[in-house]
């Protein structure tokens, strides 16, 4: 099964910027997506999706606090999926995964069904954004 090392978090001031990388050991499937998600610091906070994107086409998703500041891509002679991430906020404060699971698209549009339907979760990089 793939596995995915996480990198390039780190602390950063409000409006900052890093990009995460997500490097895959081995082969993902065509038809599956690649995913970063999020586990903010907070007691019973749920891991959530931050933005996906499919191996083949490079149809994207992008949560609604992702949008416009986030970009998600796949370099696949790499193989890894970078998130860059812009104008950084506290409220993005957390530990970043990734993962893959088999992709989903209504109305052809990648649809995101949930961490649930993700698996081979790497060990995750934490990012910390500072007021």
């Known amino acids: 099964e793939v596995q995915f090392v996480e990198s390039g978090g780190g602390l950063v001031q409000t409006g900052g910027s890093l990009r995460l990388s997500c490097a895959a050991s081995d082969f993902i499937f065509d038809d599956y997506v690649i995913g970063w998600f999020r586990r903010a610091p907070y007691p019973g906070k749920k891991r959530e999706g931050v933005?996906?994107?499919?191996?083949?086409?490079?149809?994207?998703y992008y949560a609604d606090s992702a949008k416009g500041r986030f970009t998600i891509s796949y370099d696949r002679f790499k193989n890894t999926v970078y998130l860059q991430m812009n104008s950084l906020t506290p409220e993005d404060t957390g530990v970043y995964y990734c993962?893959?699971?088999?992709?989903?698209?209504?109305?052809?549009?990648?649809?995101?069904?949930?961490?649930?339907?993700?698996?081979?979760w790497g060990q995750g990089t934490q990012v910390t954004v500072s007021s």
């Open positions: 993962a893959n699971g088999p992709s989903t698209y209504h109305d052809d549009k990648l649809f995101y069904e949930g961490p649930e339907f993700f698996h081979s």
């Open positions: 933005a996906c994107v499919a191996k083949s086409g490079g149809a994207t």
